[in-house]
Each structure stands twice: as structure tokens, then as C-alpha cells.
């Protein structure tokens, strides 16, 4: 059976180290600063952006928040950007998607400074990442990153697949992995073949949003299984893309859903958010 990857855990981890990091900024007389903007009421959001606080307190950062009506105009939103682009006191900015319909994402997430962009979703910063040489890196695919180096997980002439092509996860987690010496494929629902593709991973990476997607049969022995998925199941609970019973019986390592993913993607945007004042205070 295989031994289960604690995101709980490693995410701990993390948030002490950044924590200590934190701490030494403020006795520097700097203080850290993270600004989160949420426009309407989606209830999801509403909690992904009160864990976000939450985390914010546990380190010590100073979460601001700019809760702002649905029918907010796209000026409005981009003049409150532009604010923060320019202000000193805030080291981080983050835009909660997804946005009201008559908001154009992709102009959003231009309009943050590269040097504020703790989402990692901005143009330049996505780039950066294509070359290797990056400051930031979105949440989710460095969280797993770090997963697997905690893991001691060897990634290097692996064969790694990656099921999902969205820019938040599957192409940036690709591109990691990559970097990180495996050998990648990248998989999305026009690819033939899937089950025997998957077959072939050492390190399987699910980011669909299907449950119940990975079963057993598209899993090798042995292989190390990353669910990043979140989904609810018939029953109304929060589930993966993986069979996990099933394919817990043939992997070597897997993360589970909750507590394995999500606590890392929380983690790291804490990471980023340090590292954003570290950067503007000329110390990193
Ligand atoms: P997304 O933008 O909807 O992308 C889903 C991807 O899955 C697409 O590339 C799609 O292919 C592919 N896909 C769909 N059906 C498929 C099939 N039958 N066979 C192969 N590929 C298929 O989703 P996302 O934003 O990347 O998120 C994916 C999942 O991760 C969701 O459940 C989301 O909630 C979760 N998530 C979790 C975290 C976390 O912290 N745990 C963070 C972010 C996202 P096409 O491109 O061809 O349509």
C-alpha cells in the first residue's frame, strides 16, 4: 500500500520557515503586507479568502482586504490596482478569481505589478518561468514542487505525465517538472490513449476536476500519484480526480484530498508573499 504524502505536514513546514522569515523582517522594522481583492460574493472565493487571512495571521503578514461589490466596473478595479501597484506599504497583490462575468481577467492580471504578483499569473512572470529564471511561481505547481523535494521524491529521468493543460496548474506544472529533469507529457481530453499514456508514468499529476478520473487501471506499480483536484462526490464531500482506495494499492506515494494539495497552495502563496517583501527591501 502505498505510504500517503501529508500536505498537512509539509505545508507546516513551510509556513514555519516563512514564518522565521517573517519575523526577522519585522525585527529589521519591516513589515510584511499581502492585499486581497475579492469582487462579489462567490462562496467559494468568500473562503479561499478567508483561509488566505487566516494563514496571514498564523505568519504574522498583514492581510488587507478589499471586499468590493459585484457590479464594480472595470476602472474602478483596475484604479484600486494601480493604488496598490504604487503603494510601498504593500508587498503582495492578489486578485481572487474567478471574476464577475464583465470583468476581463486577463486585463486584471496584467495591470499587477510582476513585482506584486504573488499569484504568479502576470505575462512577465509566466515567462520567467518558461526560462527557468523566475521570482515567483504559481501556487498549486510549486507546492507540489515542494512535496516532492520534502519527499525526497527523485524526479530526474522520470517519466512524468500530467493530465490537465490549465495555465494555474497543468502547463506551469509541467513546465517545473521539466526543469526538474523528468521526461513530460502533457495530457488534456483531446488525448488518445490516455489510460496506456498514464501507464507509462513514474510520477502521475492529475489536475482534471473530474472525480473518480484516475482508476487504478491507468496507474503503474509503483508510481507516485499527485491528486490535485477538488471536487465533490455523489455525496456532497470533497474528493480528488483519483480513485483513491483503488489506486493507493498500486502507487508508491499519494497525496490525498483534503490534506494533500491544498494545504500546499495555501502554503505557497505565503512563500511568495515573503518573498515579494524580501525582493522590494533588496534582500533577496
Ligand atoms: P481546468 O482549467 O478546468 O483544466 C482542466 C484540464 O483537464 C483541461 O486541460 C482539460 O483539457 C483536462 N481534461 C478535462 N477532461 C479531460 C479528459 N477526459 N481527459 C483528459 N484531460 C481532461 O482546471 P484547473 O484550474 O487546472 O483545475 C483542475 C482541478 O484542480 C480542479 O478540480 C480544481 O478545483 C483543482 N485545483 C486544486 C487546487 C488545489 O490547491 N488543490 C488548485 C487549483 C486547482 P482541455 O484543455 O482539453 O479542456
Known sequence: MAQIIDGKAVAAFVKNREKDKVADLNNQGIKVSLAVILVGNDPASCVYVANKRKDCDELGINSIEYALPEETTMDELLALIDKLNKDKDINGILCQLPLPRHLDETQVLEAISPLKDVD????????????????????????????LSYYNIETSGKNCVVIGRSNIVGKPMAMLMLHSNSTVTICHSRTKNLKEVCNGADILISAVGKADFVTADMVKDGAVVIDVGMNRNGAGKLCGDVDFESVKEKASMITPVPGGVGPMTRAMLMCNTVTAALKQNGLK
Open 120 to 147: 504568479a499569473f502576470h505575462p512577465e512572470n509566466v515567462g520567467r518561468i518558461m526560462m527557468g529564471k523566475y521570482e515567483f511561481l504559481p501556487c498549486t505547481p510549486a507546492g507540489i514542487m515542494e512535496m
